[in-house]
Nanobody
Framework: VQLQASGGGLAQSGGSLRLSCAASGTLVSTNGVAWYRQAPGKQREWVATIAAGGATNYEDSVKGRFACSRDNDANTVYLQMIGLRSEDTGVYFC?????????WGQGTQVTVSS
């Protein structure tokens, strides 16, 4: 299983970015995919999940601003981020659990300037 995260970059406060997580070796449609982020000097924290059935959950600080979606044909999960804040800055990772093992993508940097 491999996960390839992309789409990060520099955005202004209030701006938007869309992250992508392309999977190989398994299907995103049959596994839940989660997004995490790690700010400088902080521990990695959970941000959002899209379950195999399509249900989504979000950490409180991103509710109403971030949205997970999935393209089964592309075997890719997306994280649309709007209303970005400086505290959203960090490296974003996608992660997938399959048969009791967690897999991680390589991370993509998001920097929000105020």
């Amino acid at each position: 299983v491999q996960l390839q995260a992309s789409g990060g970059g520099l955005a202004q406060s209030g701006g938007s970015l869309r992250l992508s997580c392309a999977a190989s070796g398994t299907l995103v449609s049959t596994n839940g995919v989660a997004w995490y982020r790690q700010a400088p000097g902080k521990q990695r924290e959970w941000v959002a999940t899209i379950a195999a059935g399509g249900a989504t959950n979000y950490e409180d600080s991103v509710k109403g601003r971030f949205a997970c979606s999935r393209d089964n044909d592309a075997n890719t999960v997306y994280l649309q981020m709007i209303g970005l804040r400086s505290e959203d800055t960090g490296v974003y990772f996608c992660s997938l659990m399959r048969r009791g093992e967690r897999y991680w993508g390589q991370g993509t940097q998001v920097t929000v300037s105020s």
